[in-house]
């Protein structure tokens, strides 16, 4: 019987803002990439780097593990997929352990000074997956969640938890290119469309022609929206 998989703790990148620190971002990449490469990343399609007055940006590193759509090859993925297809079952054991971690990640920011109405939590692909999985299971009460050309599972456990919720859930920016072939536009609408029925406020946004990668009017948007869900203070907001 293989050991557990057991990560350490996380390497990231921050950015830090230039003024007072009074919130927080934690950026999940996708399988196979590094907190390093999603600024680098976000960078040039942006033309500039994502920087605000008064927030925070932490873009963790998903520990090395073994991948099963890479056949078993090690890669830095947030948790393990049987393949990827939104008709499958999840690889929750990988999920929780990583929720667990990721937790952790949180709880030095609230540690820090920064409350969980604070806090955003985000991702591309797998890194969106794991932000919802992470917020709508663990940590209903953060500041909100967005998730960029990502999806869950039919039978996902975040639709699991919230058939039983009664508690204000975060909203949700969901973004997602139609021409994307390997996560599709189909499961990313269907995702949200489920997310919606469930209670969580959220809209879907279409980027067409674009496929699985950042536009610059995506993030364009999504850092308007980061600004509407951690505002500054008086005379810091317009950034």
């Known amino acids: 019987m293989a050991a557990a998989w057991v990560p350490g ?3 990231r990148c921050v950015v830090s803002p230039a003024g007072r620190h009074s919130a927080s971002l934690i950026f999940l990449h996708g399988s196979g990439d590094s907190g390093h490469e999603l600024r680098k990343w976000i960078k040039e399609v942006l033309n500039q780097d994502l920087t605000f007055q008064h927030i925070k940006i932490i873009y963790p590193t998903a520990p090395p593990r073994p991948y099963t759509p890479l056949k078993g090859m ?3 993925v947030w948790f393990d997929r049987f393949k990827i297809s939104n008709d499958c079952p999840e690889h929750l054991e990988s999920i929780d ?5 990721l937790t952790e990640l949180i709880d030095e920011e609230v540690r820090g000074g920064i409350s969980k109405s604070r ?3 985000g991702g591309f692909s797998m890194g969106g997956c794991m932000a919802m999985h992470l917020a709508y299971r663990n940590h209903r009460d953060v500041a909100g969640v967005f998730a960029l050309s ?3 599972n039919k039978a996902s456990a975040v639709y699991q938890a919230l058939q ?3 508690d204000a859930l975060p909203e949700l920016f969901q973004c997602h290119g139609t021409a994307d072939e390997l996560v599709l536009h189909s499961w990313g609408e269907e995702t949200n469309l489920v ?3 469930l209670g969580v406020n959220t809209k879907f946004r279409s980027f067409p ?3 699985h990668e950042f536009s610059k009017p995506e993030l364009e948007q999504l850092k308007s929206w980061i600004l509407t869900k951690l505002p500054g203070e008086m005379g810091t907001q317009s950034e």
């Open 74 to 76: 090690t890669s830095n």
């Open 195 to 197: 997310l919606k029925s």
């Open 209 to 211: 022609n674009v496929y």
């Open 164 to 166: 039983k919720n009664d």
């Open 150 to 152: 990502s999806f869950l």
């Open 97 to 101: 352990v990583m929720c667990q971690v």
């Open 119 to 121: 806090i955003l939590l």
């Open 9 to 11: 703790r996380l390497q």
